[in-house]
């Protein structure tokens, strides 16, 4: 299981919106097919940019590939990145509010970045 920290700094880094990280959620579950876009767009309900608003961050974060036909699947670049996406599923499922909060907080400064790194954690 990845750091806390660890899994902090890869939610905040690779999802924009609580859609991307939705979509991960989804193409996980299905993992063993390739999906177009618009199927995609059907099964969560969103809309063409945000569907490919989330891809492209997906697929930046080295959690998917698009395949001949422009079909989308769930193929993480290694097993780390795997488990950081199983560690943030996981996280999602039990604490959604503590999730969407570390998506949609801004981001901080390099100073408060540093600050942080000297912060006693309290669990």
């Not at 099964?43 to 697929?59: F, K, M, Y």
């Not at 590939?65 to 996981?90: C, K, M, N």
């Amino acid at each position: 299981m990845p750091a806390r920290q660890e899994l902090s700094s890869f939610i905040r880094s690779t999802f924009r919106s609580v859609w991307a990280l939705e979509l991960l959620c989804f193409l996980r579950k299905h993992r063993d097919r390739a999906w177009p876009q618009r199927d995609l767009v059907a099964a969560l309900r969103g809309s063409d940019l945000v569907v490919s608003q989330s891809i492209e961050s997906l697929l930046a974060a080295g959690l998917v590939v698009i395949e001949p036909g422009q079909l989308v699947r769930y193929q993480p670049t290694s097993e780390a990145v795997d488990d950081l996406a199983d560690a943030a599923q996981t996280l999602y499922a039990s604490r959604p509010d503590a999730v969407r909060r570390m998506i949609v907080a801004p981001t901080p400064s390099g100073l408060t970045s540093f600050a942080d790194a000297f912060k006693l954690w309290r669990d």
